[in-house]
Nanobody, 124 residues
Framework: QVRVVESGGGLVQAGASLRLSCTAS????????LGWFRQAPGKERDFVAGVSWRGDSTYYADSVKGRFSISRDENTAYLQMNSLIPEDTANYYCALGKIWGRTIATLPTEYDTWGQGTQVTVSS
């Protein structure tokens, strides 16, 4: 059974940092491209950052560029979030997709395996 688990969310003040982690079982993690998405109440699920399956390419939404950093190793994906602002408040999801090459997919429909999410709340 495939299972994706995110962790590391929490309640922080503006300006703080958090590091989210994503692990998976029941599949070969290293052959999947990874994406982080977020969804605030009443809003659509938005792309945040992605990394290619080899880890040689990354891409960020403009809203987080320069503040967030995505990385991965053989078993875990990370989203380092610095200089958090209240607008970053959302449920953050890790998504896996069999996307080859260095192109980063930014649409939720391009990923086929999702975790349940971890809540990030940034107070002003």
């Amino acid at each position: 059974q495939v299972r994706v688990v995110e962790s590391g969310g929490g309640l922080v003040q503006a300006g703080a940092s958090l590091r989210l982690s994503c692990t998976a079982s029941g599949l070969t993690f290293s052959v999947y491209a990874l994406g982080w998405f977020r969804q605030a109440p009443g809003k659509e699920r938005d792309f945040v950052a992605g990394v290619s399956w080899r880890g040689d390419s990354t891409y960020y939404a403009d809203s987080v560029k320069g503040r967030f950093s995505i990385s991965r190793d053989e078993n875990t994906a990370y989203l380092q979030m610095n200089s958090l602002i209240p607008e970053d408040t959302a449920n953050y999801y890790c998504a896996l997709g069999k996307i080859w090459g260095r192109t980063i997919a930014t649409l939720p429909t391009e990923y086929d395996t999702w975790g349940q999410g971890t809540q990030v709340t940034v107070s002003s």
